[in-house]
Structures are given as C-alpha cells and as structure tokens.
Nanobody, 126 residues
Framework: QVQLAESGGDSVQAGTSLTLSCEASRFSVGDYCMGWFRQAPGKDREGIAS???????SYADSVKGRFSISKDNAKNILYLQMNSLKPEDTGVYYC????????????????????WGQGTQVTVSS
C-alpha cells in the first residue's frame, strides 16, 4: 500500500532553517498533488504548502517567503525547506498525497488528501 514517511523534524532556535523530507512508496510524488500540513498543540491541522504535477506551488500566508516546497522525482521525495523559523512554526508536520494531478484553490483542505504520513515534530524556541 501507499506509504509516506516524513523525517527531518528537530528542536531548533528561532531564525534557523530546517528541511523536512517525505519519502513515498507506491506513489509517485511527481505525478500528483502533494501537500505539507502542520498541527500545533490544541489547533486544527492546517495546510502549509502544496505542489502539483505541473510544479505549481501554493503556500499559506504565514509561511510565504520563508518556506519552499519541492520534489525530487527521481528519488520520489517531497521536501519542505523552512527558513527563518519562528516559535509559531512549532507543530507536527505531515505530508499528504492526493490522487489528482492538480491541487488548485482547494489545496489546503485536509479532506481531499488520500494518504498521510505519520508526522514529524518541529519545535522552534525563542
């Protein structure tokens, strides 16, 4: 079955950078809509970034200009480069896969994604 495995989470200081990876099995990250989400303690899971088959990307306003989503199609890995981290970026980060080619305007809706990873913890201290 499809498996998504996140890695790269850590405890870091504010202002530093971190790169998360999501390795996919039995699912081609380059062919479909892929998303990164995060869930802070006591809050709903929110969409952070998405990337579709055409390479079009979308970002939440809170991370625009700081985070970057990318794919290595050869390795079948989805990445999230996070720069200038803030304490409010703290949370569990999940990657998700949707069996459609295009993400579109509804990219941040959790219900549209078919597969989820187990999450990786990112803690940013001030």
């Amino acid at each position: 079955q499809v498996q998504l495995a996140e890695s790269g989470g850590d405890s870091v200081q504010a202002g530093t950078s971190l790169t998360l990876s999501c390795e996919a099995s039995r699912f081609s990250v380059g062919d479909y809509c892929m998303g990164w989400f995060r869930q802070a303690p006591g809050k709903d899971r929110e969409g952070i970034a998405s990337s579709d088959r055409a390479g079009r990307t979308s970002y939440a306003d809170s991370v625009k200009g700081r985070f970057s989503i990318s794919k290595d199609n050869a390795k079948n890995i989805l990445y999230l480069q996070m720069n200038s981290l803030k304490p409010e970026d703290t949370g569990v980060y999940y990657c998700a896969a949707d069996e459609t080619y295009w993400c579109g305007g509804g990219w941040s809706a959790t219900g549209r994604y078919d597969y989820w990873g187990q999450g990786t913890q990112v803690t940013v201290s001030s």
